[in-house]
């Protein structure tokens, strides 16, 4: 019989195997010499994919969007994708100008309420590399400044401002994921006048919470100069187009903000999109050795997910965009009637997919992969999460 994944570790709604994971490592083991066949190899990899495929029917916690068809690009992987530097305009004599990067940049800028002729913009790894851009700047911006971010804050905030150096300063948050901006007023009136680095959340990691852009910049009256990052990963998008439209972007005064590609747009594989007002980016290089300009955190960086963002907004445009909120939303409402009709006391934020309750037993967490926190539970509506899913989940409860 040949070897197979599922005689490693189990899959998720199976109990822990003692061994498998050792199992499992034996089986894919980098040999010295090259191990069987390359068809043993693309099957065992197939095997894994088809396992993440099935996942999908009951991957209910987490909100990355898992419904996304990116088959033209099948036949592209005997192709280096590397960019380097600046977005900047297509060269036809270099392998490394991507011309899909620019558009996607100034589309979701215009979404998040720049003129996008004035907003610098990269493609990232991930919505934590663009918090981390951000941050940079903020740093560079005010040196002297304290960072206030939030209790509900993503976890990697913390560690880029050990990174950076920063004096961090971590401020409650209200009951409903927002940043407490009472709170916010007492601790940057305690250290008044050496300005002010803030992360903002709009989608909180846990409860979908929603910080008060003009209240936090208001409450940060008395620390001077300020630097206003918004953390977007998440409900950026959700924001842009939910009925009530929290301030969230640039016309609500954020200097820089980020908002991730695989959750809402959906993408096989993580990326973000990191943007700043232009003049708060400083201009590094030519360098020699690239034979350009280069502001991002990386050197070579991802050429194809640009390519992904940019075919899927392509194929959305921005009604696309909207409709695809307002089913989203619509799940979750009927969600939340589902739930709060089995007792669960569900809530969700006006502009949140995201919809939090009562934590079920720990079997139900793990069969619908749920995240959890104290004695909450929360669900995601994504694109893929349909009201077949949200029914067979509350059978399941
Ligand atoms: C997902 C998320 C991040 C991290 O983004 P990645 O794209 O996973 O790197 C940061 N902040 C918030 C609020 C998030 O939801």
Not at 19 to 31: K, S
Not at 83 to 111: S, W
Request: net charge positive; with cysteine.
């Amino acid at each position: 019989m040949p070897a197979s994944l599922l005689a490693g570790s189990g899959d998720v709604t199976a109990p822990e195997r003692p061994g498998a994971d050792r199992r499992l490592d034996a089986l894919l083991e980098i040999t010295p010499v090259p191990a069987c066949g390359a068809a043993e190899d693309a099957r065992l990899l197939h095997e894994h994919s088809e396992r993440l495929r099935r996942l999908r029917r009951t991957f209910l916690g987490h909100p990355v969007n898992l419904e996304f068809d990116y088959r033209p690009f099948g036949g592209m992987l005997d192709v280096l994708w590397n960019t380097v530097g600046d977005p900047g305009a297509p060269d036809t004599a270099r392998t490394d100008r991507q011309p899909f990067e620019r558009p996607v940049v100034r589309f979701l800028a215009g979404l998040a309420g720049a003129d996008p002729a004035h907003v610098y913009g990269y493609v990232t790894s991930g919505g934590a590399e663009g918090n981390f851009f951000g941050m940079y700047l903020g740093r560079r911006r005010l040196p002297d400044a304290p960072l206030y971010y939030s209790a509900a804050a993503h976890y990697t905030v913390e560690r880029t401002a050990e990174l950076l150096r920063m004096d961090a300063v971590r401020v409650p948050c209200r009951r409903d994921g927002g940043l407490d901006t009472r709170a916010l007023r007492a601790a940057c009136g305690a250290r008044a006048g050496r300005g002010a680095v803030v992360v903002a959340t709009v989608g909180t990691t846990m409860l979908g919470g929603v910080d008060d852009l003009p209240a936090v910049r208001a409450a940060l009256a008395p620390a001077g100069e300020i630097h206003l990052h918004v953390d977007a990963a998440l409900g950026g998008l959700l924001a842009a187009f939910s009925p009530h439209r929290p301030p969230w972007g640039f016309e609500s005064g954020a200097d820089t903000l980020t908002v991730s590609g695989h959750k809402l747009i959906g993408t096989p594989v993580p990326c973000g999109i990191a943007m700043a007002r232009e003049h708060l980016v400083p201009r590094r290089g030519p360098y020699d050795y690239l034979g350009a300009t280069d502001a991002t955190l990386a050197c070579s960086r991802n050429a194809l997910t640009p390519m992904l963002l940019w075919y899927a907004l392509r194929r959305l445009g921005s009604r696309g965009l909207a409709a695809r909120v307002r089913r989203c939303l619509a799940t979750a409402d009927y969600a939340c009637e589902r739930l709060a009709a089995l007792g669960r006391r569900p809530w969700r934020h006006p502009s949140s997919a995201t919809v939090v309750f009562d934590r079920p037993p720990a079997h139900v967490c793990r069969r619908w992969h749920l995240a959890t926190s104290g004695n909450l539970a929360h669900l995601v509506a994504m694109p893929h999460v349909t009201r077949a899913m949200i029914d067979s989940f509350c059978r399941d409860l």
